[in-house]
Protein backbone atom coordinates (compact mmCIF):
# COMPACT_ATOMS: atom_id res chain seq x y z
CA UNK A 1 0.00 0.00 0.00
CA UNK A 2 0.81 3.69 -0.14
CA UNK A 3 3.65 4.67 2.15
CA UNK A 4 5.64 7.37 3.34
CA UNK A 5 9.27 6.66 5.09
CA UNK A 6 11.19 9.61 6.85
CA UNK A 7 14.60 9.68 8.17
CA UNK A 8 15.72 10.04 10.51
CA UNK A 9 13.68 9.55 13.54
CA UNK A 10 15.80 11.45 15.91
CA UNK A 11 18.25 15.02 14.99
CA UNK A 12 20.12 16.81 17.55
CA UNK A 13 21.99 19.67 16.56
CA UNK A 14 23.67 22.84 17.68
CA UNK A 15 21.64 26.12 17.22
CA UNK A 16 22.70 28.31 14.51
CA UNK A 17 22.99 24.39 12.72
CA UNK A 18 21.15 23.20 9.78
CA UNK A 19 18.68 20.99 9.89
CA UNK A 20 17.56 18.24 7.34
CA UNK A 21 14.84 15.81 7.33
CA UNK A 22 14.26 13.37 4.13
CA UNK A 23 10.99 11.78 3.16
CA UNK A 24 10.31 9.23 -0.17
CA UNK A 25 6.90 8.38 -0.92
CA UNK A 26 5.22 5.30 -2.80
CA UNK A 27 2.70 6.63 -4.54
CA UNK A 28 3.04 8.16 -7.91
CA UNK A 29 0.15 9.69 -7.70
CA UNK A 30 0.93 12.04 -4.87
CA UNK A 31 0.87 15.62 -6.21
CA UNK A 32 0.75 17.40 -2.41
CA UNK A 33 3.63 17.20 0.25
CA UNK A 34 2.69 19.33 3.13
CA UNK A 35 4.84 19.16 6.39
CA UNK A 36 3.89 19.37 10.35
CA UNK A 37 5.38 20.57 13.23
CA UNK A 38 4.16 19.17 16.46
CA UNK A 39 5.43 21.20 19.72
CA UNK A 40 5.55 19.29 22.98
CA UNK A 41 1.57 18.67 24.15
CA UNK A 42 0.36 20.89 21.03
CA UNK A 43 -1.46 20.56 18.06
CA UNK A 44 0.53 18.96 14.16
CA UNK A 45 0.58 22.80 12.52
CA UNK A 46 1.26 22.99 8.42
CA UNK A 47 4.58 24.78 8.15
CA UNK A 48 5.13 24.53 4.80
CA UNK A 49 3.89 22.72 1.74
CA UNK A 50 4.84 21.92 -1.72
CA UNK A 51 3.16 20.96 -5.12
CA UNK A 52 4.24 18.42 -7.98
CA UNK A 53 4.56 21.47 -9.94
CA UNK A 54 7.50 23.26 -8.24
CA UNK A 55 10.69 21.74 -7.27
CA UNK A 56 11.13 24.00 -4.71
CA UNK A 57 9.83 26.35 -1.76
CA UNK A 58 10.90 28.51 0.53
CA UNK A 59 9.58 30.44 3.55
CA UNK A 60 12.16 32.27 5.80
CA UNK A 61 14.52 29.92 7.19
CA UNK A 62 12.07 26.97 6.28
CA UNK A 63 12.97 25.33 2.86
CA UNK A 64 11.28 22.28 0.93
CA UNK A 65 12.85 20.23 -1.98
CA UNK A 66 10.94 17.78 -4.22
CA UNK A 67 12.36 15.41 -6.55
CA UNK A 68 9.24 13.61 -8.34
CA UNK A 69 11.70 11.22 -10.54
CA UNK A 70 13.06 9.88 -7.29
CA UNK A 71 9.97 10.31 -5.09
CA UNK A 72 12.11 12.05 -2.86
CA UNK A 73 11.40 15.44 -1.13
CA UNK A 74 13.14 16.77 1.80
CA UNK A 75 12.64 19.52 4.33
CA UNK A 76 15.56 22.48 5.43
CA UNK A 77 15.34 24.66 8.82
CA UNK A 78 18.77 26.82 8.53
CA UNK A 79 19.88 28.90 11.42
CA UNK A 80 18.30 26.73 13.92
CA UNK A 81 16.89 27.54 17.36
CA UNK A 82 15.66 26.49 20.34
CA UNK A 83 12.19 27.18 19.13
CA UNK A 84 12.49 24.77 16.37
CA UNK A 85 12.39 21.86 18.94
CA UNK A 86 9.57 19.81 17.71
CA UNK A 87 8.40 16.40 15.80
CA UNK A 88 8.43 17.50 12.41
CA UNK A 89 6.16 15.14 10.12
CA UNK A 90 6.14 14.69 6.59
CA UNK A 91 3.28 13.43 4.43
CA UNK A 92 2.12 13.27 0.94
CA UNK A 93 -1.43 13.55 -0.35
CA UNK A 94 -3.39 13.90 -4.23
CA UNK A 95 -6.24 16.40 -5.10
CA UNK A 96 -9.02 14.69 -5.78
CA UNK A 97 -7.97 12.03 -3.19
CA UNK A 98 -8.89 12.68 0.80
CA UNK A 99 -5.49 10.27 1.80
CA UNK A 100 -2.64 11.97 3.06
CA UNK A 101 -0.25 9.48 4.31
CA UNK A 102 2.29 10.64 6.92
CA UNK A 103 6.16 9.55 7.77
CA UNK A 104 6.52 8.49 11.46
CA UNK A 105 8.05 11.65 12.34
CA UNK A 106 11.53 13.02 13.11
CA UNK A 107 12.17 14.73 16.59
CA UNK A 108 14.33 17.86 16.41
CA UNK A 109 16.61 18.86 19.43
CA UNK A 110 17.94 22.20 19.02
CA UNK A 111 21.08 22.56 21.51
CA UNK A 112 21.51 26.52 22.73
CA UNK B 1 -8.56 30.71 11.85
CA UNK B 2 -9.77 27.25 11.31
CA UNK B 3 -11.26 26.12 14.68
CA UNK B 4 -11.34 22.28 15.46
CA UNK B 5 -12.34 21.33 18.77
CA UNK B 6 -12.14 17.94 20.65
CA UNK B 7 -14.07 17.65 23.66
CA UNK B 8 -11.86 15.93 25.82
CA UNK B 9 -8.17 16.30 26.12
CA UNK B 10 -7.88 13.13 28.57
CA UNK B 11 -10.00 10.17 28.90
CA UNK B 12 -9.37 7.05 31.06
CA UNK B 13 -11.75 3.83 30.47
CA UNK B 14 -12.16 0.54 31.18
CA UNK B 15 -11.69 -2.69 28.82
CA UNK B 16 -15.08 -2.76 27.50
CA UNK B 17 -16.27 0.10 27.49
CA UNK B 18 -17.81 2.29 24.51
CA UNK B 19 -16.02 5.23 24.22
CA UNK B 20 -16.76 8.49 22.10
CA UNK B 21 -14.50 11.11 21.05
CA UNK B 22 -16.20 13.91 19.99
CA UNK B 23 -15.03 16.84 17.43
CA UNK B 24 -16.08 19.99 15.95
CA UNK B 25 -15.17 22.23 13.21
CA UNK B 26 -16.17 25.99 12.79
CA UNK B 27 -15.18 26.45 8.85
CA UNK B 28 -17.63 24.28 6.97
CA UNK B 29 -15.31 22.39 5.30
CA UNK B 30 -16.74 19.18 4.02
CA UNK B 31 -13.86 16.69 4.63
CA UNK B 32 -12.68 15.25 8.11
CA UNK B 33 -10.63 12.76 9.70
CA UNK B 34 -10.07 11.03 12.35
CA UNK B 35 -6.31 9.80 13.02
CA UNK B 36 -4.48 7.79 15.50
CA UNK B 37 -0.47 9.07 16.83
CA UNK B 38 1.86 6.43 18.21
CA UNK B 39 5.27 6.94 18.95
CA UNK B 40 7.48 5.80 16.02
CA UNK B 41 4.09 5.00 13.51
CA UNK B 42 3.45 8.85 12.64
CA UNK B 43 -0.28 9.51 12.72
CA UNK B 44 -2.54 6.36 10.83
CA UNK B 45 -5.81 7.25 9.95
CA UNK B 46 -8.96 5.49 11.28
CA UNK B 47 -11.97 7.00 9.58
CA UNK B 48 -12.96 9.81 7.48
CA UNK B 49 -16.03 11.24 6.33
CA UNK B 50 -16.73 13.42 3.22
CA UNK B 51 -19.78 15.14 3.78
CA UNK B 52 -22.80 14.40 6.22
CA UNK B 53 -23.77 10.49 6.68
CA UNK B 54 -21.03 9.39 4.60
CA UNK B 55 -18.01 7.47 6.01
CA UNK B 56 -15.04 5.59 4.86
CA UNK B 57 -12.24 3.48 6.04
CA UNK B 58 -8.75 4.48 6.60
CA UNK B 59 -5.94 2.33 7.38
CA UNK B 60 -6.83 1.02 10.59
CA UNK B 61 -10.68 1.02 10.95
CA UNK B 62 -11.02 -2.19 12.94
CA UNK B 63 -12.68 -1.91 16.44
CA UNK B 64 -13.75 1.46 15.53
CA UNK B 65 -16.96 2.90 14.11
CA UNK B 66 -17.68 6.83 13.20
CA UNK B 67 -20.51 9.14 12.71
CA UNK B 68 -21.32 12.25 10.59
CA UNK B 69 -25.04 13.64 11.76
CA UNK B 70 -24.13 17.18 10.90
CA UNK B 71 -21.66 18.38 8.69
CA UNK B 72 -19.43 20.21 11.82
CA UNK B 73 -19.57 17.32 13.89
CA UNK B 74 -18.15 14.30 13.79
CA UNK B 75 -17.97 11.33 16.12
CA UNK B 76 -15.57 8.50 16.65
CA UNK B 77 -16.86 5.97 18.16
CA UNK B 78 -14.93 2.68 20.12
CA UNK B 79 -17.48 0.01 20.82
CA UNK B 80 -15.78 -1.91 23.30
CA UNK B 81 -12.21 -0.70 24.31
CA UNK B 82 -9.70 -2.45 24.80
CA UNK B 83 -5.84 -1.65 26.15
CA UNK B 84 -4.18 -1.66 22.57
CA UNK B 85 -6.82 1.40 21.73
CA UNK B 86 -4.50 3.47 24.26
CA UNK B 87 -3.34 6.44 22.61
CA UNK B 88 -3.70 9.97 21.45
CA UNK B 89 -6.35 10.62 18.78
CA UNK B 90 -6.53 13.21 16.42
CA UNK B 91 -9.45 15.07 14.70
CA UNK B 92 -8.64 16.87 11.46
CA UNK B 93 -10.64 18.88 8.81
CA UNK B 94 -9.92 20.02 5.36
CA UNK B 95 -12.04 21.61 2.44
CA UNK B 96 -13.19 19.97 -0.67
CA UNK B 97 -9.52 19.14 -2.10
CA UNK B 98 -8.65 16.42 0.56
CA UNK B 99 -5.49 15.11 0.42
CA UNK B 100 -4.50 17.60 -1.92
CA UNK B 101 -5.01 20.60 1.14
CA UNK B 102 -3.39 21.33 4.87
CA UNK B 103 -5.76 19.41 7.79
CA UNK B 104 -6.38 21.45 10.60
CA UNK B 105 -5.95 19.82 13.69
CA UNK B 106 -7.70 19.40 16.84
CA UNK B 107 -5.77 19.50 20.06
CA UNK B 108 -6.12 15.78 20.91
CA UNK B 109 -7.82 13.33 23.06
CA UNK B 110 -5.32 10.98 24.86
CA UNK B 111 -7.16 7.79 25.89
CA UNK B 112 -6.11 5.84 28.43
CA UNK B 113 -7.78 1.95 28.56
CA UNK B 114 -7.32 0.37 31.59
Known amino acids: GENVEQHPSTLSVQEGDSAVIKCTYSDSASNYFPWYKQELGKRPQLIIDIRSNVGEKKDQRIAVTLNKTAKHFSLHITETQPEDSAVYFC???????????FGAGTRLFVKA | DVKVTQSSRYLVKRTGEKVFLECVQD?????MFWYRQDPGLGLRLIYF???????EKGDIPEGYSVSREKKERFSLILESASTNQTSMYLC?????????????FGNGTRLTVT
Open chain 2, 49 to 55: SYDVKMK
Open chain 1, 91 to 101: AAGYTGGFKTI
Open chain 2, 27 to 31: MDHEN
Open chain 2, 92 to 104: ASSPPAGGGSPLH
